[in-house]
């Protein structure tokens, strides 16, 4: 089994910046992609940033432009993902969900909240 625990998630203003955790434990042989997803209040969850495990990373054309272009990184020896958003905007409010992929599935955590006032 394989445990997801997102941390870094609060109420920030607009124009605000916040770095999203996620770690990863439990029975890992080996990571292959990581991602962060979002879901806003009636909307479906949808991706907004993934990395392979070589380091290719590829990200939302909505966060593209306002995230780094190494936004998305990795601790491989840690198993640990981050996401650095900056210039955050309320329609980045969302639960953000960090997914990992494994050989054999994925998994999901439990998803940070993100508010962005304005």
């Known amino acids: 089994q394989v445990q997801l625990v997102e941390s870094g998630g609060g109420l920030v203003q607009g124009g605000s910046s916040l770095r999203l955790s996620c770690v990863a434990s439990?029975?890992?042989?080996?990571?292959?992609?990581m991602e962060w997803y979002r879901q806003a209040p009636g909307k479906q969850r949808e991706l907004v940033a993934s990395?392979?495990?070589?380091?290719?990373?590829?990200?939302?054309d909505s966060v593209k432009g306002r995230f780094a272009i190494s936004a998305i990184s990795r601790d491989t020896l840690k198993n640990t993902v981050y996401l650095q958003m900056n210039s955050l905007k309320p329609a980045d409010t969302a639960v953000y969900y960090c997914?990992?992929?494994?050989?054999?599935?994925?998994?999901w955590g439990q998803g940070t909240q993100v508010t962005v006032s304005s």
């Open positions: 439990g029975r890992i042989f080996r990571l292959d992609g």
């Open positions: 997914r990992a992929i494994l050989p054999g599935g994925d998994y």
């Open positions: 990395i392979t495990r070589d380091g290719r990373t590829n990200y939302a």
